[in-house]
């Protein structure tokens, strides 16, 4: 827990560059914005939002922050040295960097000697005048930096005594910081602690730097360094390869780092970057540091689930602190314990990373999670009564066939309405019809569904098509029913997933289907079982459209008794 003493901590999000560096991940302008916003809302004071002049859509980005700026957070634009052989006053991509109109640029150069002979084909004197030209000339235009030092673990393992003069190259410049980056990702927390330490140490960072306070746009009293204070800061940039990122980045700051650099949900190229949904609540709530408001951090699931729904990526499910499954309790004697207190096998509450304990339904469950599974969507069940046990006992069989409830909770809400006997029948399915036609040459099928459904006494019978079965089936019952019930044209099928059980039975094999549906406000997952894989798809479908018929009818009846 964080308190006004508490030491502050610098968040720097790269998410929207090198977050978008991870293979099939792709945003548009607008995207970045969204996510640029959301990130300001959640209080990050540093958002890195592009190389301007790279491609045409990162300079619009800039462009449309100059008009309607963020409301809290530094916009930060993000730029190698000059190149060799040329002065920074003359470098065309340094225009651009300034066009852009951001108060802080970070720029990255290169520490490691191998780069700048192999890479860069200089000498490594002229990588130190790249360094000091590129910061003394932006700073000049009123720019303040942050130095990315490149490979910096690698350049210090291999020729210490270079990747220091670069370090001192930037200092003499200008930076303000030095962030020291793990680029390849294979450093280990020992070695970084030892290293980051020899840098503070070098700088006379630890204790001694002066730094100031200057009003945040959101009129708090957040510190920034002082551009007047003597030495720069220290902070860290690490790559995920080896599994370390997060855990490297906790050991710099342990080690006397002021500023870490990461992304929402570790996105970045190869393994990915240092998580900020890990590092933020370790560092905040776990080391004692303060990095955004407590009740910023209560954002912070929403935050990674919106970023994820953004770049178009299906959100980690077994994420620390974010994920669906970070606080879900399985076993019996776990959710027993739980109930009782949440200390016993939680190692923070939920709520302060505005997450939510959930109790899994499995096979392997006791009376105890069945009754707390009921009461965490409003349903009471008497342990000593015969409904409790008849549901558990009905959720084992199921399971026994192939169901699985703890993947579709939708289902099992139904079934325990149904043993209670308090399931609504909104429409009953009387029977349907699939017909699809493969035309040899044409990579593509179609499909005609047939459904006929009963509403309110009213046999309705209806077609439509689709580019597969599936589609096709759903599409027809949703014709069917939407004169009834208006709100399903907002139902979506969100996801689509098939299992085979069992394998060596070949074509004759059961076939478990999940599906996912929304409302643009929930989501919800519902299950079907068949050695028919269009059975199994009917049951989950409709389903899945029963439940949000649910869902809609319990919004109405809370309404109207709040009014």
């Not at 957040?222 to 855990?247: F, K, L, R, W």
């Not at 689709?466 to 939407?482: E, Q, T, Y």
């Amino acid at each position: 827990m964080t308190t006004n003493s508490s030491p502050q901590l610098w968040i720097y999000d790269t998410t929207l560059r090198d977050g978008t560096q991870r293979e099939g991940l792709s945003v548009s302008i607008e995207d970045k914005l969204r996510i640029a916003r959301r990130l300001d809302q959640l209080g990050i004071p540093f958002i890195e939002g592009g190389w301007p002049g790279a491609n045409p859509k990162d300079v619009q980005f800039f462009w449309q922050l100059q008009e309607d700026p963020l409301k809290q957070a530094e916009i930060v634009a993000f730029c190698s040295t000059r190149r060799p052989n040329s002065t920074a006053a003359t470098e065309p991509m340094l225009q651009d960097i300034l066009a852009a109109g951001t108060r802080w640029v970070t720029i990255f150069g290169k520490s490691w000697d191998l780069h700048v002979t192999t890479g860069l084909k200089t000498t490594l004197e002229e990588n130190l005048a790249m360094i000091r030209d590129t910061i003394e000339y932006l700073r000049s235009q009123g720019r303040r930096i942050i130095y990315d030092a490149e490979h910096w673990f690698d350049g210090y393992k291999h020729n210490r005594d270079y990747a220091l003069q670069t370090l001192e190259a930037a200092i003499a410049s200008g930076a303000e910081w030095l962030v020291l980056c793990d680029t390849n990702g294979g450093t280990l927390p020992h070695e970084i602690s030892q290293i980051v330490q020899d840098v503070v140490s070098m700088t006379g960072e630890l204790g001694t730097g002066d730094w100031g306070m200057r009003t945040r746009k959101d009129s708090s009293q957040s510190p920034i360094p002082n551009p007047q204070s003597p030495m720069p800061q220290i902070g860290i940039h690490t790559h995920n390869d080896s599994e370390m990122a997060v855990a490297n980045a906790i050991a710099a700051v342990m080690a006397g780092a002021k500023m870490v650099q990461g992304t929402i949900n570790g996105y970045g190229e190869r393994c990915g970057n240092a998580n900020l949904c890990s590092l933020i609540p370790n560092l905040q709530l776990k080391a004692g540091y303060s990095c955004i408001t407590e009740d910023q951090l209560t954002q912070l699931t929403e935050a990674s689930r919106f970023v994820s729904e953004v770049v178009n990526l299906a959100p980690d499910e077994h994420a620390p602190f974010v994920g669906r499954s970070a606080f879900a309790h399985k076993g019996g004697i776990h959710v027993s314990a739980v109930e009782r207190n949440p200390l016993t096998y939680e190692h923070i509450q939920p709520e302060q990373v505005g997450n939510r304990r959930r109790i899994v339904i499995s096979e392997q469950s006791g009376l105890s999670n069945v009754l707390a599974k009921a009461r965490s969507f409003g349903i009471e069940l008497d342990q000593q009564k015969a409904e409790a046990r008849e549901i558990l006992q009905r959720l084992k069989d199921l399971e026994s066939e192939g169901f699985q409830f703890e993947a579709a909770e939708a289902s099992f809400v139904l079934l325990m309405h149904e043993a209670l006997g308090g399931r609504r029948k909104f429409f009953e399915v009387k029977g349907f019809q699939v017909h699809c036609d493969l035309i040899e040459g044409k990579e593509t099928s179609n499909a005609l569904a047939t459904v006929k459904v009963a509403v309110d006494g009213k046999n309705i019978l209806e077609a439509a098509e689709g580019n597969g079965p599936v589609a096709a089936l759903d599409a027809a019952l949703r014709k069917a029913l939407v004169n009834f019930y208006p709100q399903i044209a907002t139902f979506d099928l969100t996801d689509y997933k098939v299992r085979i059980l069992n394998g060596h039975t070949g074509t004759a094999a059961k076939t478990r289907v999940l599906v996912e549906s929304g409302n643009g406000r929930q989501r919800w997952t519902t299950v079907g079982v068949s050695t028919n894989i269009l059975a199994a798809s009917y049951q989950a479908v409709v389903e899945g459209l029963e439940y949000g018929l649910l869902l809609h009818s319990q919004a109405e009846a809370a309404l109207k008794v709040s009014s």
